[in-house]
């Protein structure tokens, strides 16, 4: 079974149907993520190796395009679920397990250089994963890799 961007869109967005939304339906293709996408590359060459741009803010979520080319640091949202939809690449999510250096670089967020085990899910163009809040996360990426990737931001408490 083939899953779509929409299908993604709708699934996180169930528990938030009931709030009031905008009345503006949005359809992103996946030929405009990509140029998108496209847009994030020059900036995505920075030491951080990553970019991301929001597309849409509604009451209880927001959608963003990610670039990423290098490994990125790991992460916790103490109230945000996150759903990556992959549009190109592949990756590996480290899941779990305690932040090293860990900061928190504002309410709710926390960063930090890595992470200390953790189970590891390798990611492909298609594939499609829910981190829930609270859940520590990191993305790594092979070297000379792109990794594009769609993001859902839903409110979980």
């Known amino acids: 079974m083939r899953i779509t961007l929409a299908t993604i869109v709708l699934m996180a967005c169930t528990s938030s149907l009931a709030s009031a939304q905008t009345p503006t339906i949005d359809h992103?293709?996946?030929?405009?993520?990509?140029?998108?996408?496209?847009?994030?590359?020059?900036?995505?060459?920075?030491?951080?190796?990553?970019?991301?741009?929001?597309?849409?803010?509604?009451?209880?979520?927001?959608?963003?395009?990610?670039?990423?080319?290098?490994?990125?640091?790991?992460?916790?949202?103490?109230?945000?679920?996150?759903?990556?939809?992959?549009?190109?690449?592949?990756?590996?999510?480290?899941?779990?397990?305690?932040?090293?250096?860990?900061?928190?670089?504002?309410?709710?967020?926390h960063r930090g250089s890595a992470l200390q085990g953790g189970a590891q899910t390798v990611l492909n163009k298609g594939d499609v994963v829910h981190i829930p809040a609270g859940v520590s996360h990191q993305l790594l990426i092979s070297a000379g890799s792109t990794f594009v990737y769609f993001v859902i931001k839903v409110k979980e408490k």
């Not at 849409?56 to 990556?84: Q, S, W």
């Open 28 to 109: 992103w293709t996946p030929a405009q993520i990509m140029a998108k996408a496209a847009e994030l590359e020059p900036k995505a060459h920075g030491p951080d190796g990553a970019a991301s741009t929001k597309l849409t803010e509604y009451p209880n979520h927001y959608t963003m395009v990610a670039l990423r080319n290098k490994n990125g640091g790991a992460e916790i949202h103490d109230d945000y679920a996150d759903f990556f939809y992959v549009v190109k690449g592949h990756g590996t999510l480290v899941t779990g397990g305690p932040v090293q250096d860990e900061k928190i670089v504002s309410p709710g967020e």
